[in-house]
């Protein structure tokens, strides 16, 4: 007789390779006498979990247990209705940042609409004092004017002007100061401002929903 309970525990752990506090649902966590009693759940859509069981030709019942684990939202925050949203806190060039967003599976955050710019707010406000950015108050985001001068985009192409969002900084914005401001920006009050793409700035990356 398989013992169903620790065949689920071994499994998890071995084939997800997860800390007990990362076990996505409460049973299986119970089921761990060592499990913490602090443990958070993890996003459950990170993960598909099944079990498929057989009858062998000797009348003996087998299960075998599956979890995947996506690695999809890892440090990401949900917005509700909006998307996935993580601030990054160590400064990186803009193409640097660009790169550790799609890495992660993400983008650049795109900016649609108050709503989400009040998410990057919230975030942006978590972390007082920036160490070692170009800039405090403002963060790298997916929008950039590297194509032509001037018609701002979205890492996908999008004009701007079609996300939803266009409040920038102040009227003097996209001022493509000095010459060279080609990158997009989010402010801490969650506007948008071009800035140089070589300064190195904390970022937001985001996922969809
Ligand atoms: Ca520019
Ligand atoms: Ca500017």
Redesign the pocket.
């Known amino acids: 007789m398989v013992n169903v309970k620790a065949l689920l525990s071994l499994s998890v752990l071995l084939m997800a390779n997860l800390s007990l506090c990362e076990l996505p649902i409460p049973m299986l966590q119970r089921s761990v006498r060592s499990a913490p009693d602090e443990c958070s759940i993890a996003d459950p859509s990170d993960f598909k979990f099944s079990i498929t069981s057989n009858r062998n030709k000797t009348g003996h019942w087998t299960a075998q247990v599956s979890l995947e684990f996506k690695n999809g939202h890892q440090g990401y925050e949900l917005a509700p209705g909006l998307g996935y949203y993580k601030f990054h806190t160590t400064p990186k060039v803009w193409d640097d940042a660009k790169k550790i967003c799609e890495q992660e599976g993400g983008h650049l955050a795109i900016i649609n609409s108050e709503a989400e710019s009040k998410v990057l707010q919230n975030l942006f406000s978590k972390v007082a004092k920036i160490e070692g950015a170009g800039h405090n108050d403002f963060a790298f985001i997916g929008i950039h ?1 590297n194509l032509v ?2 018609e701002f985009v979205t890492v996908f192409g999008t004009p701007v002007a079609s996300t939803g969002f266009t409040r920038w900084t102040n009227a003097a914005q ?1 001022d ?1 100061a000095g010459g ?3 990158c997009g920006s989010v402010h801490r009050d969650g506007s948008l401002n ?1 800035i140089t793409c070589s300064w190195k700035l904390t970022f937001f990356c985001e996922m969809e929903l």
Do not use: A, Q
Request: glycine fraction near 12%.
């Open positions: 004017d001068e001037g996209p493509n060279h401001e080609n071009d």
